[in-house]
């Protein structure tokens, strides 16, 4: 995008401009999306904790909960890209990459192996190791960049 904010061309500006428009528009949606999100983890909490025996939550009440909590945890983290992306006009990939690794963190967390293949889980290890050897490596080389300047 750099090279776009460079140039003197009329419809490649007002292009820039509808285009950071529209993510600002993202971003008011996400943050209503992330307090919607927060409502909806109280009323579930609060609905398994009135339900019978009082007070008490099932290990599969826990783990809907926690597949709630982190549900609206990435919704922050696409909000914080919005954000970034907003104030620097770059797609920061080592975030994109966090992202995607907490979005499957929530899979495995919520995953019901009585319900689910050996398929499944071999594919769901495969994209996991796979998100983490990018990040990894993303990582690895900023940090090597970094020290060479």
């Given at each position: 995008m750099d090279d776009l904010g460079n140039t003197k061309e009329p419809l490649i500006?007002?292009?820039?401009k509808v285009i950071h428009m529209a993510v600002r528009i993202l971003a008011i949606l996400m943050t209503v999306v992330i307090l919607w999100g927060v409502a909806d983890v109280f009323w579930v909490l609060y609905q398994k904790l009135i339900?019978?025996?009082f007070l008490m939550l099932t290990i599969n009440d826990i783990l809907a909960t926690f597949g709630a909590f982190m549900a609206v945890l990435i919704a922050i983290e696409i909000l914080v890209n919005i954000v970034i992306y907003l104030r620097?006009?770059?797609?920061?990939v080592k975030i994109v990459l966090a992202t995607a690794?907490?979005?499957i963190a929530r899979k495995v967390i919520i995953m019901d192996f009585d319900k689910i293949s050996a398929d499944y889980v071999w594919a769901?290890?495969?994209v996991t190791l796979a998100m983490a050897i990018a990040y990894?490596?993303?990582v690895y080389y900023t940090e090597q960049k970094a020290g060479k300047e």
């Open positions: 500006q007002w292009l820039r339900e019978p025996p620097d006009d770059v797609i920061h690794l907490m979005a769901t290890a495969g990894w490596l993303v």
